[in-house]
């Protein structure tokens, strides 16, 4: 104790040393607790920006030199996850020093079970990975992307015990045996079927019990893949190919496959019967497998084929990968647009976990020679100044914040337009007692200008959360009347799901923004369905 009494009082000396010649840097004191029992935790990584510390054995922490405005913090420790009333964000002014900062923390999940074969004995080095339901970016209730946080393999005794650090909610468990077993990936209970797979629910502190599954020898065949470089010339020696199955999430292999360019082939597999999709890529990342030919049938780079009870045979040719090509520009007030340089978006596509950096040169021009097809999110911006904001990212007449970016087999062009926002608004979220209430997610809607719904919500560009004061500001990119509404423990993209969003019609505060103005409003938390 008396060590870190001297240690919290050299930093403090240090800030105030420190203070005339860094006006704006700030900082923070607070403890890490348990949010069910209220009993602090030592070890815990605090972190704002770039500046963080570990909480001491009282859950006490300090971090300085932060700068002012709105920051986001995160809390992580092994086997914990962040408590739904966590502050997540903080508006921090020039200087301050701000105190009593309660972090809430909850013990993970754990997910227990056991994996034999079909004579009853334990089966080990299987993987359990489990699939988080939730909104895609297309407003689609579905499994979403591999949770690597839930994911650990059986033992010798066939059996698993995994600390899952992952938010609650829904999932859906697999189990994913190694290729050499010739053992199938089966879902819990025990299914082939996504759709016949249970669904689970992990609970804050609380342990799942997924029981035994029985993993009987896998039922289909092997892909045998030959490729060429498109004029039929061999010499390809090998490619980097995925396999999804299309009623799985996620990818049934991946890896590289040698042989491709013999007359033998290479081969992949056994693999479990059913509907896949193949890709690939030769070279990386210069050329991938565009097209293919199946049972003397073409299909694209997206296109499927069936897995039964024999072998299949697939010819595939590589060729370069589509061009994107585009600009970043700004709007300026009378419409003339000026090139923005130096500024770095970037794409994911969630089932693969490919990226693409799109970095503007000095005229605000980019070019990726090759992309690896996939439906793409935007998920990150090197904001090119304070000022001005992302309005719109369109590729033909496609709304790329909305949709995502389907890439195929054709060159696409995308067209960034950013300008100074219409208008601010902001204002407190307020609980049923009329307290203010941090934590909360706050969206803006478009509306038709008689209040109801026109479209999904914005949920990618315009929204925020109350940050320890029940404070939030929205920014506001174009003019126009819109709802303000606000959920704690809202699902990432709920509010692009029609079906979801529609619930709360009437819901909110409608406001109208014109040209450079701001906004103030007080909002009731809503609660989720």
């Known amino acids: 104790m008396i060590r870190r ?37 030592s070890g815990v990584q605090i972190k704002l920006l770039e500046s963080s510390a570990i909480s001491f054995d009282d859950g006490q922490f300090l971090i300085t030199n932060i700068p002012a405005g709105r920051q986001s913090l995160t809390a992580t420790k092994a086997g914990y996850v962040a408590a739904t009333d966590d502050n997540r964000f903080l508006t921090i002014k020039p200087g301050q020093h701000l105190t009593d900062v309660r972090v809430g923390l909850m013990p993970s999940a754990i ?77 819990f209970p025990g299914t082939l079927d996504v759709h016949l797979a249970g669904t689970y629910r992990l609970t804050a502190a609380g342990q799942l019990d997924l029981g035994t599954i029985t993993l009987a020898p896998r039922q289909g065949g092997s892909v045998v893949i030959h490729v060429s470089d498109g004029t039929g010339q061999e010499g390809i020696k090998a490619a980097i190919i995925d396999l999804m199955r299309e009623d799985s999430p996620g990818v049934e292999f991946s890896g590289t496959v040698v042989g491709i360019g013999d007359s033998r082939g290479g081969i992949v597999g056994p693999l479990s019967t059913g509907v896949y999709t193949i890709r690939g890529m030769v070279g990386a990342p210069k050329s991938f497998v565009g097209q293919g030919r199946f049972n003397r049938s073409e299909f694209s780079v997206n296109g499927s084929f069936a897995i039964e009870d024999h072998d299949v045979t697939i010819d595939l040719w590589a060729r370069k990968g589509p061009r994107i090509t585009g600009n970043l520009q700004e709007k300026l007030p009378d419409g003339t647009l000026v090139p923005i340089p130096e500024v770095t978006l970037e794409l994911i596509d969630r089932k693969q976990g ?30 090119p100044g304070s000022d001005i904001a992302l309005s719109s990212a369109v590729s033909g007449t496609d709304d790329v914040i909305l949709h995502g970016l389907e890439i195929s087999d054709k060159d696409l062009n995308l067209r960034f337009e950013f300008q100074k ?109």
């Open 5 to 41: 009494s001297i240690f919290f009082g050299l930093l403090l000396i240090i800030a105030l040393r420190h203070s005339n010649t860094a006006q704006s840097g700030a900082s923070v004191e607070g403890q890490a607790l348990d949010a069910k029992t209220g009993l602090p935790i």
């Open 111 to 187: 997910v227990v079970g056991q994996v034999v074969d079909a004579s009853g004995n334990p089966v080990s080095g299987v993987t359990i990975r489990g699939y988080r339901m939730g909104y895609s970016p297309r407003g689609k209730y579905e499994l979403q992307p591999p949770e690597d946080a839930v994911h650990g393999s059986s033992d010798d005794r066939g059996e698993f015990r995994i600390s899952t650090n992952v938010a609650e909610g829904e999932y859906i468990f697999r189990a994913e045996p190694l290729p050499s077993t010739l053992l199938p990936y089966l879902f």
């Open 354 to 383: 490919k990226r693409i950096q799109l970095k503007s040169g000095p005229d605000g021009s980019f070019i990726v020679d090759c992309a690896f097809p996939g439906l793409y999110e935007l998920i990150s911006i090197n904001s």
């Open 421 to 529: 926002p219409a208008g601010v608004i902001t204002g407190r979220v307020l609980n049923d007692t009329g307290n203010t209430l941090r934590g909360a997610t706050v969206v803006l809607v478009g509306t038709d200008g008689r209040g109801a719904f026109q479209g999904p919500g914005l949920c990618h560009t315009i929204n925020s959360v109350s940050d320890q004061n029940g404070t939030f500001e929205l920014t506001v990119p174009t003019a126009g009347t819109y709802r303000v509404l606000a959920w704690k423990a809202l699902l990432p993209c709920a509010p692009l799901n029609a079906e979801f969003l529609h619930k709360f019609e009437g819901s909110g505060a409608t406001v109208r923004i014109e040209q450079v103005n701001q906004v103030e409003v007080d909002i009731r938390v809503l609660n989720v369905p």
